[in-house]
């Protein structure tokens, strides 16, 4: 099978209401592109809709979390010599009219790495204050770290060249991964760049760290990761295919 130089992943987690959207949309702001959806353990008709809107899908035995899910996309993307990918979220919020912008940023050797940032541009999206607070401090930890600024440490909307794919197939994180993920493109002398993009009210579901409790579970625990990650052995680039 002929593949496409560019492969876009969406891990799903019961996104049946918003998937097929988003793929449509997707399709038709990057034409020449594969779209693969990691269904990660759905309940509902995610799979259906996916493949109904001319996704390849991969479904998950069980629910392994978004790290392993988006960790699955990147090995498919090194087995099938993908040369760039773009990951963004199955639940519509991140806007399909700038994945071009974040794929042209690696695609024309800018960047190993882009990230979509809610913050360079000019609102918050409604995101909370204790949620707020949290996004600071891990920004100021991994600016301090990276001695680059990082505004949009969560951010799951991000654009990556074949050495970050191969980096990644193999060290990405499984927990709470966008942070984590800063500081292996960091140790392994990746290039990482933010742009700001659109992020989007999503239209069905909701996301799982809505409540203040689970925002602050969400930064302790991320916090320690990145210290771990600080000493963790990553591979320099270049690195070669296996």
Known sequence: MTHPATLIILPALN???NIYDTVMKIRQSV???DILVINDGSSDDTRIKAESAGAIVINMPYNVGIGAAVQTGFKFAAQHNYQWVARLDGDGQHSANNVMQLLSLVQSGATDVAIGSRFLGDGDYG???M???GIAILS???SMITGQKVTDPTSGFSAYNRQAILLFADYYPHDYPEPEAVIICH???LSMKEIPVTF?????GESQFTLPSRSVYYMIKVTLAILVNT???IPRVPITEN
């Open 131 to 133: 949620r707020r607070m």
């Open 187 to 189: 140790k392994s002398g």
């Open 231 to 233: 000493l963790r052995q």
């Open 31 to 33: 034409l020449d592109a």
């Open 15 to 17: 996104e049946g209401g």
């Open 140 to 142: 100021n930890l991994l």
């Open 200 to 204: 989007l009210e999503r239209k069905f």
């Open 127 to 129: 995101t909370s204050f």
